[in-house]
C-alpha cells in the first residue's frame, strides 16, 4: 500500500512539471527544422525594397546625346529631341517629373526632372520656352558621347577629348571651370563638363548651341 502511494505521488510530480514547461512555438520548430537542412530560409525581395520608393528608372549609359533623350533599350534613338515641348519629355522618360515653373514665373528657363518618391533624379532636363534646350547629368554611371563622365578630372577630359577641350572659368563658384568639347560638325548642340574647385567634374550637360549659358542652371 506504502509502495503504491508513493508511485502515485512520483506520477502526479511528473505530470504537474510537464504543465510547466511551454510548449515549443510552431514557428521557432519549422525555423529549427530549416536550419537543420544547412541552408539559410531565403530573404523575400519585399522584405529589403522600401515599399515607398517607386522602382528606379533604368536608362542606357548613352541615355543623353548630343540630339536629346534616348528613353528606350535600343541604341541610337532619340525619344526626346532638343525642342521638344514638357508633354513630349514626359512621355519619353515614362516615369514621375516635376518641374520648378512656379517657383520661377518670370525666368527664360525652367527644369524638369524626374523624382523617385522624395529622391530627386540625377537628370535635369532644361526648358527654355517650353522647348528641351538641355540636359544636365549628375549621373556618375551615364556616359556622355566621347566617353567622359562624372568624378572624371580635368586632366582626364582633356585626354578623353584630345585637341577638343576648351576650360572658362566658372564665374559662379569660385575655383571650378566649364570644359567645353566641340561637337560634331553635323550637330547643332553643345557638350559642357563642370568641374568644382578641385577639378573634379561634378555633372555635364548637352544643349543646344547658343540656347543657354554655362552657367544658367535654371533654378537661380
Known amino acids: 500500500m506504502v509502495i503504491a502511494m508513493r508511485v502515485l505521488v512520483l506520477a ?108 530627386t533624379h540625377q537628370y535635369a532636363f532644361l526648358m527654355a520656352g517650353n522647348k528641351l534646350a538641355g540636359i544636365d547629368v549628375y549621373d556618375a554611371k551615364a556616359i556622355a558621347p566621347g566617353g567622359g563622365r562624372v568624378g572624371m578630372s580635368i586632366a582626364e577630359i582633356n585626354q ?17 571651370a566649364f570644359i567645353e568639347v566641340a561637337a560634331p560638325q553635323a550637330k547643332h548642340s553643345q557638350l559642357t563638363f563642370e568641374t568644382d574647385a578641385l577639378g573634379t567634374v561634378t555633372h555635364w550637360r548637352i544643349s543646344e548651341r547658343g540656347a543657354l549659358e554655362a552657367s544658367e542652371s535654371c533654378t537661380r
Open 12 to 119: 502526479v510530480a511528473v505530470l504537474a512539471l510537464s504543465a510547466c514547461q511551454k510548449p515549443a512555438d510552431s514557428a521557432d520548430s519549422t525555423r529549427t527544422a530549416k536550419n537543420d537542412t544547412g541552408q539559410a530560409p531565403s530573404a523575400s525581395p519585399a522584405a529589403s525594397a522600401n515599399p515607398l520608393l517607386p522602382p528606379e528608372r533604368v536608362l542606357r549609359s548613352d541615355a543623353i546625346g548630343y540630339d536629346g533623350f534616348n528613353g528606350s533599350d535600343q541604341a541610337g534613338s532619340v525619344t526626346a529631341k532638343f525642342g521638344a515641348d514638357s508633354a513630349s519629355v514626359r512621355q519619353a522618360w515614362g516615369g514621375e517629373m516635376k518641374d520648378n515653373r512656379d517657383q520661377r514665373p518670370d525666368a527664360a528657363c525652367h527644369l524638369l526632372y524626374p523624382v523617385r518618391g522624395a529622391v
Open 160 to 176: 578623353t577629348y584630345a585637341g577638343q577641350t576648351k576650360q572658362v572659368a566658372n564665374p559662379t563658384f569660385e575655383g571650378s
